[in-house]
């Protein structure tokens, strides 16, 4: 369980924090994002939020402010991108994120269950 996350997370206190943030992703789902997100280091990635918005991912970094269960993900950071034109430099939160793709096959790598709570 990653640093400031409270441990002893009640099902009550992650519903109350699902709705605060207006999200259906859990502190778990917030872990899986940024796991797969790193995996995907240099290959292309799709990223939908919940607001219909997709972002165009090549590499990542992110961190946590303090006692924010939810990630900030700054988006094609490297100096080693060169196709800024399809890999602009951007920024989200972790609870913004409907699913992810991967825009060749068009696999969806991974789904926030919308119907979860």
């Known amino acids: ?15 109350e924090l699902c709705e605060r943030e207006k ?3 859990t502190p778990k789902d917030d872990l899986r994002i940024i ?3 790193n ?5 292309p990635t799709n990223v939908h939020l919940v607001d219909g918005v997709v972002r165009h991912v090549i590499d990542i970094g992110w961190g946590y402010d303090q006692d924010d269960p939810y990630a900030h993900v700054s988006t094609n950071v490297s100096p080693g991108v060169e196709d800024t034109e399809s890999f602009p ?4 939160f972790t609870y913004s994120v409907a699913k992810i793709t991967d825009p060749e096959s068009g696999e969806t790598l991974l789904q ?3 119907n979860a709570r």
């Open 35 to 37: 796991e797969l997100l």
């Open 1 to 15: 369980m990653k640093e400031g996350l409270p441990k002893n997370l009640s099902e009550a206190d992650l519903k």
């Open 23 to 25: 999200t259906f992703v």
């Open 112 to 114: 926030i269950d919308q």
């Open 39 to 43: 995996e995907r280091n240099g290959i």
């Open 89 to 92: 430099f951007d920024f989200f």
